[in-house]
């Protein structure tokens, strides 16, 4: 009876050790072939970049930008002027016009009117000026003068002179709405009659190139 019990303990023993091999065998199997073992090496996933955020919007949305306007190129609105009244005519065609011996030249543009210009010297003078409606009316109405019409100068031109001696000359005329006169003395020491023709003369020819620099 006693060896009975103790040939059993062998043969139990002996089969737990097999046992045991066995599984120690399995698990080793499924360590090394990362058959989805949860102990397995785990491979690395691959790097993603992250996509950056879009950036918030802040404040009201800005309204669409108006399209820009067509203009033709060289293109001036009829009886649009030169911001500067000088510049409508140059030194040298006044000097020209006055065949002044000494050159005149512009004096800047006029504090006393809201547009004109004198061109000058100390022996003669050149003037343009634009005239409000009420001195374009006292001029032109003026029953002390006398009037005649200048052909090709703007819209409408009139030279105007004393009625009495024909002195004191001057060329008034409307360009787009504006009015303007322009006056020439020849010589300051002679205000009288003496120099009124050559004055008439060039007043006109300076009043042609004036207009076309205005009108554009």
Same mark, same amino acid.
């Not at 060896?3 to 059993?8: Q, R, S, V």
């Not at 949305?61 to 409508?88: E, I, L, M, N």
């Given at each position: 009876?006693?060896?009975?019990?103790?040939?059993?303990?062998?043969?139990?023993?002996?089969?737990?050790?097999?046992?045991?091999?066995?599984?120690?065998?399995?698990?080793?199997?499924?360590?090394?072939?990362?058959? @989805?073992?949860? +102990?397995? *090496?785990? #491979? =690395?996933? %691959?790097? &993603?970049?992250?996509? /950056?955020? !879009?950036?918030?919007?802040? @404040?009201?949305? +800005?309204? *669409?930008? #108006? =399209?820009? %306007?067509? &203009?033709?190129?060289? /293109?001036? !609105?009829?009886?649009?002027?030169?911001?500067?009244?000088?510049?409508?005519?140059?030194?040298?065609? &006044?000097?020209?016009?006055?065949?002044?011996?000494?050159?005149?030249?512009?004096?800047?543009?006029?504090?006393?009117?809201?547009?004109?210009?004198?061109?000058?010297?100390?022996?003669?003078?050149?003037?343009?000026?634009?005239?409000?409606?009420?001195?374009?009316?006292?001029?032109?109405?003026?029953?002390?003068?006398?009037?005649?019409?200048?052909?090709?100068?703007?819209?409408?031109?009139?030279?105007?002179?004393?009625?009495?001696?024909?002195?004191?000359?001057?060329?008034?005329?409307?360009?787009?709405?504006?009015?303007?006169?322009?006056?020439?003395?020849?010589?300051?020491?002679?205000?009288?009659?003496?120099?009124?023709?050559?004055?008439?003369?060039?007043?006109?020819?300076?009043?042609?190139?004036?207009?076309?620099?205005?009108?554009?």
């Amino acid at each position: 009876m006693t060896m009975d019990t103790c040939a059993a303990k062998g043969r139990r023993a002996a089969a737990a050790a097999v046992l045991a091999l066995g599984v120690a065998g399995v698990l080793a199997g499924c360590s090394s072939g990362g058959g @989805g073992s949860a +102990s397995g *090496p785990v #491979a =690395p996933s %691959a790097s &993603v970049p992250a996509q /950056a955020a !879009p950036a918030p919007v802040t @404040g009201a949305p +800005s309204a *669409p930008s #108006a =399209p820009a %306007a067509t &203009v033709a190129t060289g /293109a001036k !609105p009829v009886g649009s002027r030169p911001a500067d009244p000088c510049s409508v005519l140059t030194n040298d065609q &006044v000097t020209r016009a006055l065949a002044a011996s000494v050159p005149l030249r512009a004096e800047g543009a006029s504090t006393e009117v809201a547009w004109g210009c004198t061109w000058g010297s100390r022996q003669s003078f050149v003037s343009i000026k634009e005239l409000d409606a009420t001195r374009f009316t006292a001029v032109t109405t003026n029953d002390r003068s006398v009037s005649s019409p200048v052909p090709g100068v703007g819209d409408d031109a009139v030279l105007l002179k004393d009625k009495e001696d024909g002195g004191m000359p001057k060329v008034v005329f409307t360009l787009a709405g504006h009015h303007y006169s322009i006056e020439a003395v020849a010589d300051r020491r002679e205000l009288g009659v003496a120099n009124a023709a050559q004055e008439a003369a060039v007043e006109q020819q300076l009043a042609a190139t004036a207009a076309k620099a205005l009108a554009g």
